[in-house]
């Protein structure tokens, strides 16, 4: 690969040659060109030297570098620099073995595939967007359509009170007057049934006639009323926070307290049911009607077991205790916030898991309004909270301390 | 500088006419062309060296397009200042 290089004698005598002059002429003409393309340059000058190029000098910044060997930075000073332009003559000419050549563009059909792509793109996007909309528009509408199927089902909630109030007529007469009991239950079914058949229309009528007037308001009823029936027939919690997630913060406030009261009355149901259980064991012996009348009873608290069951069975008692607002009375330590304190380090530290910062910030909130902007210097409480809550292990913990990191933070 | 520049300065140095000069640039010009693309390194002392190099073909891609391209080959003159000369333009022009 090595070059022959051809000094400027060698070039002198071809030029000679070329131009049909002496040596002498040459050499001296040669010397020449370069001193004057020399003092060109020297004083910052473009030499054009026609059918060769031109020189021109460029300015190199003076840049930062370090010393290999002692590591010291050192500044390496701007300088000017001689460049050569070959003219375009030479540069064609120089070029003639590849001037057939011509930049070639890659895969065209895929280019222009994708520029079609782009070129679509806001057009696609529109028909993306329209098909979300009539999608979403189809999911209202069936939304509306099975509420407006649920209305008849409103009985979900008086049938609820007719378990209680039958629960209540079935257990506590019994103990004191068992033989009225078939008699009074009948009865009592008959009134309630009737009562809440009479309700139930009423409470349709009125609810048809606000539909008419207040949609909205309607709505709401009726995702209360979904989300009742969900905490009723659902197994699994999150699906009620994903249904509260829909609810703006006093529905979702109210939700919470009759799904509370709902749960509250369902463990009483339950309390009176192995009460009722109980009791009959007592009385056998003493009274022979009571078995004849006592079986019947039974089997309808069988039946009002098998009906409440699978109702109450998915809402355990954590659920309760996740859902009933804390108090905080109670602190384990107060914690004075420094630079770089942050509330889910607290957590970390006291209940073992960061997302339970919401119950500190909760336990703050007085103070503190915004979990973001603490100043420094505050003292934070750290209040005790059950270990129930704040089982780090338990997916329904984390999935509540989520659910109120969520509302705390998207707070304005 | 331009042409007739370069013809009268390069006859002050050399004492000789325009049109010798003419000549002997055009025959330089030559001189060059055919040196290099006989893959000759022109070296002028105290000046630099004239070369002819060759650029690979290399796939260049359109910033905002993503147009991909292939460059092709092709044979560039390079020139490369001597030692001399870069001290002379350090000492000179600051």
């Given at each position: 690969m090595?070059?022959i290089?051809?000094?400027?004698?060698?070039?002198v005598?071809?030029?000679?040659?070329?131009?049909n002059?002496?040596?002498?002429?040459?050499?001296?003409?040669?010397k020449?060109?370069?001193?004057?393309?020399?003092?060109?340059?020297?004083?910052?000058?473009t030499?054009?030297?026609?059918?060769?190029?031109?020189?021109?000098?460029?300015?190199?910044?003076?840049?930062?570098?370090?010393?290999?060997?002692?590591?010291?930075?050192?500044?390496?000073?701007?300088?000017y620099?001689?460049?050569?332009?070959?003219?375009?003559?030479?540069?064609?000419a120089?070029?003639e073995?590849?001037?057939h050549?011509?930049?070639?563009?890659?895969?065209?059909?895929?280019?222009?595939?994708?520029?079609?792509?782009?070129?679509?793109?806001?057009?696609?996007?529109?028909?993306?967007?329209?098909?979300?909309?009539?999608d979403?528009?189809?999911?209202?509408?069936?939304?509306?359509?099975?509420?407006?199927?649920?209305?008849?089902?409103?009985d979900?909630?008086?049938?609820v009170v007719?378990?209680?109030?039958?629960?209540?007529?079935?257990?506590?007469?019994?103990e004191?007057?068992i033989?009225?009991k078939?008699?009074?239950?009948?009865?009592?079914?008959?009134?309630?049934k009737?009562?809440?058949?009479s309700?139930?229309?009423?409470?349709?009528?009125?609810?048809?006639?606000?539909?008419k007037?207040?949609?909205?308001?309607i709505?709401?009823?009726?995702?209360?009323?979904?989300?009742?029936?969900?905490t009723y027939?659902?197994?699994s919690?999150i699906?009620?926070?994903?249904?509260?997630?829909?609810?703006?913060?006093?529905?979702?406030?109210?939700?919470?307290?009759?799904?509370?009261?709902v749960?509250?009355?369902?463990?009483?149901v339950?309390?009176?049911?192995?009460?009722?259980?109980?009791?009959?064991?007592?009385?056998?012996?003493?009274?022979?009607?009571?078995?004849?009348?006592?079986?019947?009873?039974?089997?309808?608290?069988?039946?009002?077991?098998?009906?409440?069951?699978?109702?109450?069975?998915?809402v355990?008692?954590?659920?309760?205790?996740?859902?009933?607002?804390?108090?905080?009375?109670?602190?384990?330590?107060?914690?004075?916030?420094?630079?770089?304190?942050?509330?889910?380090?607290?957590?970390?530290k006291?209940?073992g898991?960061?997302?339970?910062?919401?119950?500190?910030?909760?336990?703050?909130?007085?103070?503190?309004?915004?979990p973001?902007?603490?100043p420094?210097?505050?003292?934070?409480?750290?209040?005790?909270?059950?270990?129930r809550?704040?089982d780090?292990?338990?997916?329904?913990?984390?999935?509540?301390?989520k659910?109120?990191?969520?509302?705390?933070?998207?707070?304005? | 500088m331009?042409?007739?520049?370069?013809i009268s300065?390069?006859?002050?140095?050399?004492?000789?006419?325009?049109?010798?000069?003419?000549?002997?640039?055009?025959?330089?010009?030559?001189?060059?062309?055919?040196?290099?693309?006989?893959?000759?390194?022109?070296?002028?002392?105290?000046?630099?060296?004239?070369?002819?190099?060759?650029?690979?073909?290399?796939?260049?891609?359109?910033?905002?397009?993503?147009?991909?391209?292939?460059?092709?080959?092709?044979r560039?003159?390079?020139f490369?200042?001597?030692?001399?000369?870069?001290?002379k333009?350090?000492?000179?022009?600051?």
């Amino acid at each position: 690969m090595n070059k022959i290089k051809i000094s400027l004698q060698e070039l002198v005598e071809l030029i000679s040659v070329k131009a049909n002059v002496s040596k002498r002429i040459a050499e001296e003409f040669a010397k020449a060109l370069f001193a004057v393309i020399e003092d060109g340059l020297l004083a910052n000058d473009t030499v054009k030297i026609s059918g060769l190029g031109s020189f021109k000098l460029s300015w190199n910044e003076p840049r930062r570098s370090v010393n290999i060997n002692t590591g010291e930075e050192i500044t390496i000073d701007g300088y000017y620099k001689a460049n050569f332009t070959p003219d375009n003559a030479l540069k064609e000419a120089v070029n003639e073995p590849f001037a057939h050549l011509e930049a070639v563009v890659l895969d065209s059909k895929n280019e222009k595939a994708d520029n079609e792509r782009l070129s679509n793109d806001p057009i696609k996007n529109l028909g993306s967007q329209a098909e979300e909309i009539s999608d979403i528009l189809a999911e209202l509408t069936q939304m509306n359509k099975t509420e407006i199927e649920t209305v008849p089902e409103v009985d979900t909630v008086p049938e609820v009170v007719e378990i209680e109030v039958l629960a209540e007529d079935n257990s506590k007469p019994e103990e004191q007057n068992i033989e009225d009991k078939a008699e009074t239950q009948s009865i009592i079914e008959d009134e309630t049934k009737l009562e809440d058949k009479s309700e139930t229309d009423e409470n349709f009528v009125e609810v048809k006639k606000r539909k008419k007037t207040w949609w909205l308001t309607i709505l709401i009823i009726f995702v209360v009323i979904l989300g009742l029936k969900i905490t009723y027939f659902s197994s699994s919690c999150i699906q009620c926070w994903l249904k509260y997630d829909f609810l703006d913060e006093p529905a979702r406030s109210k939700v919470i307290a009759v799904e509370n009261f709902v749960n509250n009355k369902i463990d009483n149901v339950k309390g009176w049911f192995v009460s009722e259980n109980v009791a009959p064991d007592l009385q056998i012996e003493s009274n022979i009607e009571v078995e004849q009348n006592i079986e019947p009873a039974e089997t309808i608290s069988d039946s009002l077991v098998n009906e409440v069951t699978p109702q109450f069975a998915p809402v355990d008692s954590l659920d309760i205790l996740l859902n009933t607002p804390l108090r905080y009375t109670k602190f384990i330590a107060t914690e004075t916030f420094r630079n770089g304190t942050r509330l889910t380090v607290l957590a970390k530290k006291y209940y073992g898991h960061k997302d339970f910062w919401v119950y500190i910030y909760e336990a703050n909130r007085d103070m503190y309004p915004n979990p973001d902007v603490i100043p420094i210097g505050a003292t934070i409480k750290i209040p005790v909270i059950d270990k129930r809550i704040i089982d780090a292990n338990n997916q329904k913990c984390l999935l509540r301390a989520k659910y109120l990191h969520d509302l705390y933070v998207k707070k304005p | 500088m331009n042409h007739s520049d370069l013809i009268s300065k390069i006859s002050e140095k050399a004492g000789l006419t325009a049109a010798e000069i003419e000549n002997l640039l055009v025959a330089t010009s030559q001189v060059f062309t055919e040196q290099l693309l006989d893959d000759k390194i022109i070296g002028i002392q105290n000046f630099g060296n004239f070369e002819l190099r060759l650029k690979e073909e290399r796939l260049s891609v359109h910033p905002t397009t993503k147009v991909r391209t292939l460059v092709p080959p092709k044979r560039v003159v390079n020139f490369k200042q001597s030692n001399n000369l870069k001290d002379k333009l350090k000492g000179v022009l600051q």
